[in-house]
């Protein structure tokens, strides 16, 4: 829903044409550091071999170079994150780990779905492993957790920021208008879609715009087609 807001041919990519672009080191890393900290509420302990062996196996699943520069700098920052993480990442009574939610909302013929990070007895955490840490959290970051809260609004929310450094948490009390836009999106796409049942059609309505990192190399080459860009 925000690749829709953000960048729509880009979307288009993405869900209809089922295009998407290998994950890169960063976001293997932020995989990696996440599955380590579950791993501590199971174990009792960060265990930095296992984060080590976790980010090596899925370079190789996700067919990222692991001889890359930026790849080994990731590799290199992994201690560091772990560090931030195993002692300022407290929280008690987790329930469930990359937990899949559903949100039914009225008149929308699918759920909303997403994955929860972290779920707490009484509170939902979102990581975000980061080389930046960021002085507010994003609206679309926002809405996100909205929809989180979509799905148990009893819960408090935090989006946990980590670096190789420090960390930062922002408690998010309020959010009745992310969730207001959720929706609001969610038709947006619905009606946008009922313009053609030719998926074709539709991208004809958009142009893209490679300038955006989310654009790889792959996808740009296959966008050229789509678009019948020379």
Same mark, same amino acid.
Not at 128 to 134: A, E, L, V, W
């Given at each position: 829903m ?7 041919p880009l979307w288009?990519m993405r869900? +209809?044409?089922?295009i998407?672009?290998?994950s890169?080191?960063?976001a ?5 550091e996440e599955?380590a900290?579950?791993? /501590? ?5 960060? =265990?930095?071999?296992?984060l080590d062996s976790?980010f090596i196996s @899925?370079c190789?699943?996700?067919s990222?170079?692991l001889n890359d520069? $930026?790849t080994? !700098?990731? /590799?290199?920052a992994l ?5 931030? +993480?195993?002692?300022n990442f ?6 469930t780990?990359?937990? $899949?939610?559903?949100v039914?909302v009225?008149d929308?013929?699918? #759920?909303?779905i ?5 779920l707490?007895? =009484?509170?939902i955490?979102d990581l ?5 840490? #960021?002085s507010? #959290?994003?609206e679309a970051?926002?809405r996100?957790m ?5 799905? *148990?609004? /009893?819960?408090?929310?935090?989006l946990?920021f980590?670096s190789?450094k420090?960390h930062s948490v922002?408690t998010?009390?309020?959010?009745? !208008?992310y969730k207001?836009?959720? !929706?609001? %999106?969610a038709?947006t796409i619905?009606?946008? @879609?009922s313009?053609?049942d030719?998926k074709?059609?539709?991208?004809? &309505?958009? *142009? #893209?715009n &490679?300038?955006k ?5 792959d996808m740009?080459?296959?966008a050229k087609? %789509?678009w019948?860009?020379k």
């Open positions: 925000n690749t829709f807001v953000a960048d729509k288009m869900y +209809l044409f089922g998407k672009s290998s890169g080191a960063g293997v890393r932020g995989i990696a599955y900290l579950a791993e /501590k509420y199971e174990n009792g302990f960060f =265990d930095f071999k296992a976790k @899925l190789c699943e996700l990222v170079d520069g $930026r080994l !700098k990731e /590799k290199d201690k560091g994150f772990g560090n931030v +993480l195993d002692e407290k929280y008690d009574n987790l329930e780990y990359q937990e $899949r939610i559903e039914e009225e929308l013929p699918v #759920p909303v997403g994955y929860v990070d972290f707490f007895k =009484d509170k955490v975000k492993t980061t080389n930046r840490m #960021p507010t #959290p994003t970051q926002k996100q909205a929809v989180y809260s979509m799905a *148990y609004p /009893k819960k408090s929310v935090d946990f980590a190789s420090k922002f998010l009390s309020s959010l009745t !208008k207001k836009q959720i !929706k609001d %999106i038709f619905q009606r946008f @879609l313009l053609s030719d074709h059609e539709l991208a004809s &309505f958009e *142009y #893209p &490679f300038d990192w989310e654009w790889s190399e740009k080459r296959e087609k %789509i019948s860009i």
